[in-house]
């Protein structure tokens, strides 16, 4: 194995994996991330259409890997509220075992990927060294790919990491029968979960919850049925559904709050660079969508379009004009929906006037893209 590259990857969820396809055309790279793929991720595996034609740009035929598309949002509170409406641009249902393994495919075909962890990134005069577990290397570029949270983020002594945050997730993979173009978005005291269809007709389960609540439960299932099942949708789910693993996946410490683009010079992609509330589902999109824009800035760099401060800027500058609104409009979404004093209020608007919710959608999603590179 070499110990130079161009750039190096640090993380291979989406983001990282996209940018790895993109420069690994014309580029030496280096993917480095412990997972072995194909793996199960926590996530609600609800992919915005948006950015179906990247995918196409990448040579990824979407429709081949699932026939679930999802136009309609059912939404519930605790109180049985219930609202339904359709959705301005949807989705399809992909489990990330399925999507992240396309790309890995994609990626391996340039046999690019170490097996190991970046416990550092250090900025020298010629370019920057990476110190993993088990090596060493050296590269022209870094893009920082690890996700919403890693031992990368605390050696490198983000802001973010230094505050402990209250959410955590889990989810899990079900047998049960629903609408196939219907996403659920189900809330319950301190948190709301998902439910939606992947490819094979299963449904995955993915919920965002409080640990102040969940700790003073005995384990996962007991919380489910004493909290999650107060919502009677919810309840009527964990009735009839049949899991299809032994244990749910889970996470804590998930953290909303603001991050940089750019880290110790180098660029970040995805839930690196900023994790939108999960309730908007366009965190995947992002993730892709972001991973193009920071190749775009890499390869000008690299042909030395652009100096290092000029590309850090523009990245900066890109990244904010395309997901700044997004993430804002993500947090207000998730604060109507969450704070009790005003999430019956919220409720009532929203069912007696129909269009609000449609539009409060947009505002967490994008347009349709294609982008040239
Ligand atoms: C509860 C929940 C539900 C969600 N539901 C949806 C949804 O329905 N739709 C949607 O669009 N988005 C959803 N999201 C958001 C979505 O999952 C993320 O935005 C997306 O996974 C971001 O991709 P990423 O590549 O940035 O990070 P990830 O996919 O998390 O990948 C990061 C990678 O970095 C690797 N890594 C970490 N540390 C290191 C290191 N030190 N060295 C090397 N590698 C490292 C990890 O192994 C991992 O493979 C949800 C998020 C949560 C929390």
Redesign the pocket.
Known sequence: MKSSYDIII????????TAAILLGKDYDVLL????TYPRH????????KEVLPLFDQLGINIQALTDVSISKLHLTLNSNFSQKTSLPLGAVGVS?FCL?KALYDKVIVKGCHKK????NVIKDSTGFKVV?KQDEFTANQVLI????R???DKSLDREFIKFKTPWL?I?RHYNYEMDKNEVGLHHFDGGYA?ISMVENDTVNL???ANNKEFSEYKNVQDFERKVLSKNSYLESFFEKASPLWENPLS?SQ?SFQKKSAVVNDCLA????AG??H?LC???????IHSAFIASKFLKRRLEKQLSQEEMLQGYTREWEGTFGSRLYAGKKLQSLLLQPSINKFAFKIIKHVPKVLPTIIKHTHGQSVTYSL
Not at 10 to 17: E, P, S, Y
């Open positions: 640090a993380g291979g969820g989406l983001a990282g994996l480095i991330d412990p997972d991720k926590l996530c609600g595996e609800y992919l915005s990330r992240d190991d962890k970046v416990v993993t790919a690890t996700g919403k890693s031992l990368l997730a989810k998902g993915c919920y965002l996470i998930i992609v995805g839930d690196a994790l939108i999960p589902g366009n965190g995947m999109a992002m993730a």
